[in-house]
Protein backbone atom coordinates (compact mmCIF):
# COMPACT_ATOMS: atom_id res chain seq x y z
CA UNK A 1 0.00 0.00 0.00
CA UNK A 2 1.20 3.66 -1.10
CA UNK A 3 0.85 5.51 2.61
CA UNK A 4 2.39 8.74 0.76
CA UNK A 5 -0.65 8.61 -1.74
CA UNK A 6 -3.45 7.60 1.15
CA UNK A 7 -1.86 10.81 2.88
CA UNK A 8 -2.50 13.01 0.11
CA UNK A 9 -6.18 10.95 -0.72
CA UNK A 10 -7.32 11.71 3.11
CA UNK A 11 -9.34 14.35 3.73
CA UNK A 12 -9.83 14.10 7.12
CA UNK A 13 -7.06 13.16 9.63
CA UNK A 14 -9.07 10.98 12.13
CA UNK A 15 -8.59 7.35 12.47
CA UNK A 16 -11.81 6.32 11.16
CA UNK A 17 -11.76 8.23 7.80
CA UNK A 18 -8.21 6.57 7.49
CA UNK A 19 -9.14 3.60 8.32
CA UNK A 20 -12.35 3.35 5.38
CA UNK A 21 -9.81 4.85 3.12
CA UNK A 22 -6.79 2.14 3.85
CA UNK A 23 -9.59 -1.10 3.80
CA UNK A 24 -11.33 0.41 0.47
CA UNK A 25 -7.35 1.05 -0.98
CA UNK A 26 -6.34 -3.15 0.17
CA UNK A 27 -9.36 -4.42 -1.06
CA UNK A 28 -8.62 -3.13 -4.36
CA UNK A 29 -4.69 -4.40 -4.21
CA UNK A 30 -3.52 -7.97 -5.73
CA UNK A 31 -0.58 -7.40 -3.00
CA UNK A 32 -0.31 -10.15 0.10
CA UNK A 33 -0.27 -7.05 2.62
CA UNK A 34 1.72 -7.52 6.45
CA UNK A 35 -0.89 -4.94 7.43
CA UNK A 36 -4.36 -6.18 7.07
CA UNK A 37 -6.89 -3.51 7.47
CA UNK A 38 -10.50 -4.27 7.84
CA UNK A 39 -13.85 -2.66 8.80
CA UNK A 40 -14.16 -5.36 11.60
CA UNK A 41 -10.62 -4.92 13.09
CA UNK A 42 -12.14 -3.20 16.41
CA UNK A 43 -14.64 -6.31 16.70
CA UNK A 44 -11.26 -8.38 16.40
CA UNK A 45 -9.38 -6.40 18.80
CA UNK A 46 -12.25 -6.37 21.27
CA UNK A 47 -12.77 -10.16 21.18
CA UNK A 48 -8.68 -10.74 22.11
CA UNK A 49 -9.01 -8.66 25.24
CA UNK A 50 -11.74 -10.24 26.57
CA UNK A 51 -10.21 -13.52 25.88
CA UNK A 52 -6.93 -12.56 27.23
CA UNK A 53 -8.23 -10.55 30.36
CA UNK A 54 -5.63 -10.26 33.24
CA UNK A 55 -3.82 -7.72 35.38
CA UNK A 56 -1.04 -7.76 32.85
CA UNK A 57 -2.85 -6.83 29.72
CA UNK A 58 -4.86 -4.63 28.42
CA UNK A 59 -8.33 -3.79 29.74
CA UNK A 60 -11.42 -2.84 27.73
CA UNK A 61 -11.63 -0.09 30.31
CA UNK A 62 -8.01 1.09 29.26
CA UNK A 63 -8.99 1.12 25.68
CA UNK A 64 -12.54 2.73 26.22
CA UNK A 65 -10.36 6.04 28.15
CA UNK A 66 -8.60 5.79 24.86
CA UNK A 67 -11.48 5.81 23.10
CA UNK A 68 -12.55 9.18 24.47
CA UNK A 69 -9.22 10.71 22.79
CA UNK A 70 -10.88 8.90 19.26
CA UNK A 71 -8.91 5.97 19.51
CA UNK A 72 -9.46 3.42 16.94
CA UNK A 73 -7.74 -0.16 16.21
CA UNK A 74 -7.44 -0.03 12.50
CA UNK A 75 -5.19 -3.20 11.44
CA UNK A 76 -3.95 -6.06 12.41
CA UNK A 77 0.16 -7.57 11.22
CA UNK A 78 -0.06 -10.97 9.49
CA UNK A 79 1.67 -12.03 12.99
CA UNK A 80 -1.30 -10.86 15.41
CA UNK A 81 -0.17 -7.76 16.67
CA UNK A 82 -2.72 -4.62 16.14
CA UNK A 83 -2.11 -1.21 15.22
CA UNK A 84 -4.33 1.89 16.37
CA UNK A 85 -4.56 5.20 17.09
CA UNK A 86 -6.18 8.82 17.49
CA UNK A 87 -5.57 12.41 15.99
CA UNK A 88 -1.97 12.73 17.32
CA UNK A 89 -0.83 8.88 17.92
CA UNK A 90 -0.10 5.44 16.84
CA UNK A 91 0.12 2.50 19.25
CA UNK A 92 1.56 -0.77 18.38
CA UNK A 93 0.01 -3.22 20.47
CA UNK A 94 1.33 -6.70 20.32
CA UNK A 95 -0.98 -9.82 20.19
CA UNK A 96 -0.26 -10.70 23.93
CA UNK A 97 -1.72 -7.23 24.99
CA UNK A 98 0.81 -7.13 27.56
CA UNK A 99 0.45 -2.78 28.48
CA UNK A 100 4.52 -2.72 29.22
CA UNK A 101 4.90 -4.14 25.81
CA UNK A 102 2.48 -1.35 24.12
CA UNK A 103 4.77 1.39 22.03
CA UNK A 104 3.58 4.60 21.42
CA UNK A 105 4.24 6.57 18.52
CA UNK A 106 3.87 10.88 18.49
CA UNK A 107 2.47 10.42 14.83
CA UNK A 108 -0.84 9.91 13.42
CA UNK A 109 -1.70 6.71 11.30
CA UNK A 110 -0.56 7.78 7.88
CA UNK A 111 2.50 9.71 9.08
CA UNK A 112 3.60 6.39 11.41
CA UNK A 113 3.19 4.32 8.56
CA UNK A 114 5.34 6.29 6.46
CA UNK A 115 8.12 6.88 8.84
CA UNK A 116 7.74 2.98 9.23
CA UNK A 117 7.82 1.60 5.81
CA UNK A 118 10.85 4.44 5.64
CA UNK A 119 12.71 2.70 8.19
CA UNK A 120 13.18 5.74 10.48
CA UNK A 121 11.19 3.81 13.55
CA UNK A 122 12.33 1.22 15.00
CA UNK A 123 9.49 -0.83 16.69
CA UNK A 124 10.83 -3.93 19.04
CA UNK A 125 6.86 -5.66 17.96
CA UNK A 126 7.32 -5.27 14.26
CA UNK A 127 9.54 -6.74 11.96
CA UNK A 128 12.59 -4.44 10.22
CA UNK A 129 11.60 -3.08 6.79
Known amino acids: MDFHKLKEELTEKDPHSFL ?8 QSDDDPFFVFQMNIEEIFETSI ?11 EEVNDW ?3 DFLVVCQTIDGDFIGGNKAETFVIPQSLYKTDIEIYPYFLSDFFIAYEDGTIESPTLPPV
Not at 20 to 25: D, F, M, Q, R, V
Not at 50 to 60: G, I, Q, R, W
Request: glycine letters at 0%; a negative charge.
Open 50 to 60: NFLSSEETLSM
Open 67 to 69: KEA
Open 20 to 27: ALASAEQE
